[in-house]
């Protein structure tokens, strides 16, 4: 598939790199995200949906649902920001896309690390789930097939999901129903925060100490419990790996299929050519990475 996707797209940039860069609008004072783009012919979104109240705080999600009668399978879509920042809204331009290649796209927020620590933001993802499957029939949505995209901050929180589901990190909820996925891709994600950490500088993530409400030194354990390698079991539904080309490309995961490997867990890599961080949803990268994940949920869900 990485080298499919890599020979339909690469004319595209090299013409693209010929015509001049490409502007990313990006900069206007903390922005919502871009434009809200009509869906694609066909698509409905469902805008400001509240699917959990922590604390009497509502959090809220889209849902974009495809034409016709269904059930389609479901995407949880995660947005990033280094915990500390972002919206759902940067993810609209995605969520719209994959909801055209026929699936149901709840692009949630999630309490970020300002508000609550870990593992507030895992359990509001599964809260979030939770939600889709008892909502199933009036979305038009199969309960059993259900994947999880997220980028960045995203990845690593849907990475959480997939590789804990209902045994870890349950919340008041568990169980009821279930917080498994069937599939999910991850992009740009940070899947170990302990070796993260100790790569860098005095050991000092600023995001990572806000996220863990410690550093590194004074609580080493919850770094590793906020990693989803340290969670991979036979039980790991399977991933796809998706970066892009100046995104550190595969480095940051080579430990964890490494165990995802042994244990006989389904994973892929695919990268995009020409993409950095967080490009997954603008063009001309958005395409291709939209097309990736539905071809790895066209093959998982």
């Known amino acids: 598939m990485n080298t499919a996707i890599a020979g339909r797209f690469v004319a595209m940039f090299a013409a693209l790199a010929a015509g001049g860069a490409v502007a990313l609008s ?18 409905t979104a469902r805008r400001d949906i509240v699917y959990a109240s922590p604390g009497g705080r509502d959090l ?10 269904g059930p389609f399978p479901g995407v949880l879509l995660v947005h990033g ?20 290649h026929g699936h149901v796209v709840a692009n949630v927020d999630y309490r970020l690390a300002t508000e609550a620590k870990f593992p507030g933001a895992v359990l509001d993802c599964k809260a979030a789930l939770r939600w889709m499957r008892a909502h199933a ?13 997220g980028g960045s901050a995203g990845g690593h929180l849907v990475g959480m999901v997939a590789t804990t589901g209902d045994r870890k990190f349950a919340g008041e909820s568990a169980g009821q129903p279930s917080a498994t996925l069937k599939a999910a891709v991850l992009m740009g994600a940070g899947v170990d925060q302990v070796a993260r950490v100790k790569a860098a500088k005095n050991r000092h993530i600023e ?14 354990e919850i770094y590793a419990e906020g990693s989803p390698i340290t ?21 940051r995961y080579v430990d964890m299929r490494k165990k995802l490997d042994a ?11 020409g993409a950095r961080h967080g490009q997954w949803g603008a063009e001309p990268w958005r395409t291709p990475f939209v097309e990736a994940m539905a071809a790895f949920f066209e093959k998982t869900l």
């Open 137 to 149: 029939g009036e979305l038009r949505l199969d309960p059993e097939r259900i994947g999880g995209v």
């Open 263 to 273: 244990l006989g867990v389904t994973n892929e890599f695919v990268m995009i050519p």
């Open 26 to 43: 990006r900069e206007a004072p903390k922005p919502k995200g871009p434009p809200q783009l009509p869906p694609p012919e066909g698509v």
């Open 231 to 251: 969670h991979v079991s036979a039980e790991t539904p399977p991933l796809l790996f998706l970066d892009g080309e100046f995104d550190q490309p595969g480095e």
């Open 207 to 220: 995001n990572c100490s806000i996220f863990f409400g410690a550093e590194y030194a004074e609580n080493p």
């Open 81 to 100: 920001g280094g915990w500390t920042g972002g919206s759902r809204h940067a993810f609209q331009p995605v969520a719209a896309m994959l909801a055209g």
């Open 60 to 69: 809220t999600m889209d849902v974009y649902l495809p034409a016709g009668e």
